[in-house]
Nanobody
Framework: QVQLVESGGGLVQTGGSLRLSCAIT????????MGWYRQAPGKQRELVAS???????KYGDPAMGRFTVFIDNDKNTVSLQLTNLEAEDTGVYYC??????????WGQGTQVTVSS
């Protein structure tokens, strides 16, 4: 059973930084794409950033040059470095993984709260 476990969320002041990490376990294969989405209160879930197994990056509008996504050496942990955080970045951040066979999985989410 594939599991995605996020960590690193929390409360931070405007302008602060956080690093989110997502450990992916339970699969014999590396995910084709790993990424981060977020859902702010009252809004739809949106892409923040994603990275493919061959390190192609894609950033959504929220990233805006402030966030960086990267894969750790074992290719089963994807992290998201958040910098210069704003109140509008508050929300639940979800890890996501896509596999070559078409399956995809979500983590349980980690809360990021930015206070002004």
């Amino acid at each position: 059973q594939v599991q995605l476990v996020e960590s690193g969320g929390g409360l931070v002041q405007t302008g602060g930084s956080l690093r989110l990490s997502c450990a992916i376990t339970g699969s014999m294969f590396d995910p084709e794409v790993m990424g981060w989405y977020r859902q702010a209160p009252g809004k739809q879930r949106e892409l923040v950033a994603s990275v493919t197994v061959d390190f192609r990056l894609k950033y959504g509008d929220p990233a805006m040059g402030r966030f960086t996504v990267f894969i750790d050496n074992d290719k089963n942990t994807v992290s998201l470095q958040l910098t210069n955080l704003e109140a509008e970045d508050t929300g639940v951040y979800y890890c996501h993984a896509d596999y070559e066979n078409g399956e995809n999985f979500w983590g349980q989410g980690t809360q990021v709260t930015v206070s002004s």
